[in-house]
């Protein structure tokens, strides 16, 4: 078992910053990749952002290029989602999620079918 325990959702103005954090607990943090998904009032769940188990390759959804980036500390088991340039249509719950399988190719990371542990889910905000 892997227990994730998300942290740092709030509210925050359109155009400004926000960083979630994930920490893991249970069995080895680095055999997981990792990701972040959300979802919003009467949506599917959807994949932001991940990265593979060394942190060497990352994945985002269109939807956030160049606004958000994830990164991960092996050694402390957390995984962090650095948001910038916030949209009203950033809001909604944000989960962090591992996935024990390899990344083979970028769909895989975006599966979420394919992640086998969640935290609670945190609340984002965004106001216009």
């Known amino acids: 078992q892997v227990q994730l325990v998300e942290s740092g959702g709030g509210l925050v103005q359109a155009g400004g910053s926000l960083r979630l954090s994930c920490a893991a607990s249970g069995r080895t943090f680095s055999n997981y990749a990792m990701g972040w998904f959300r979802q919003a009032p009467g949506k599917e769940r959807e994949f932001v952002i991940g990265i593979s188990r060394n942190g060497g390759r990352t994945y985002y959804a269109d939807s956030v290029k160049g606004r958000f980036t994830i990164s991960r500390d092996n050694a402390k088991n957390t995984v962090d989602l650095q948001m910038s340039s916030l949209k009203p249509e950033d809001t909604a719950v944000y989960y962090c999620?591992?996935?024990?399988?390899?990344?083979?190719?970028?769909?895989?990371?975006?599966?979420?079918?394919?992640?086998?542990?969640w935290g609670q889910g945190t609340q984002v905000t965004v106001s216009s």
């Open positions: 999620a591992a996935r024990g399988a390899r990344i083979l190719i970028p769909a895989q990371a975006m599966g979420i079918m394919g992640y086998e542990y």
